[in-house]
């Protein structure tokens, strides 16, 4: 199985930055492609970044030059994915997920609880 846990999120004031922190374990980890999405109420879940095995990030269009997604793959069977948020905004405010498209797995996606950033003054 892959397990997938993120963190960092909080209450951040406009304009501040969050480092949220996506801890995907399992086999083969390394040569998955692992992202974000992020939820707000009432709304349709959204892309914010990916990042392949190979370190090619993916953004929605409304994140460049403010969110940058990074990865860790120093171990084979846990990598940690970063997402580095700045010049946030009150419309930023969401529950953040993590998933992992494993390759042991065929593809399957797994997905992590979720993290809440809350952007407000």
């Known amino acids: 199985q892959v397990q997938v846990v993120e963190s960092g999120g909080g209450l951040v004031q406009p304009g501040g930055s969050l480092r949220l922190s996506c801890a995907a374990s399992g086999s083969s980890i390394s040569l998955s492609t692992i992202g974000w999405y992020r939820q707000s109420p009432g709304k349709q879940r959204e892309l914010v970044a990916t990042i392949s095995d190979a370190g090619i990030a993916n953004y929605l269009d409304s994140m460049k030059g403010r969110f940058t997604i990074s990865r860790d793959n120093a171990k084979n069977t846990v990598n940690t994915v970063y997402l580095q948020m700045n010049s946030l905004k009150p419309e930023d405010t969401a529950v953040y997920f993590c998933?992992?498209?494993?390759?042991?797995?065929?593809?399957?996606?797994?997905w992590g609880q979720g993290t809440q950033v809350t952007v407000s003054s």
């Open positions: 998933y992992v498209d494993s390759w042991a797995y065929g593809g399957r996606r797994f």
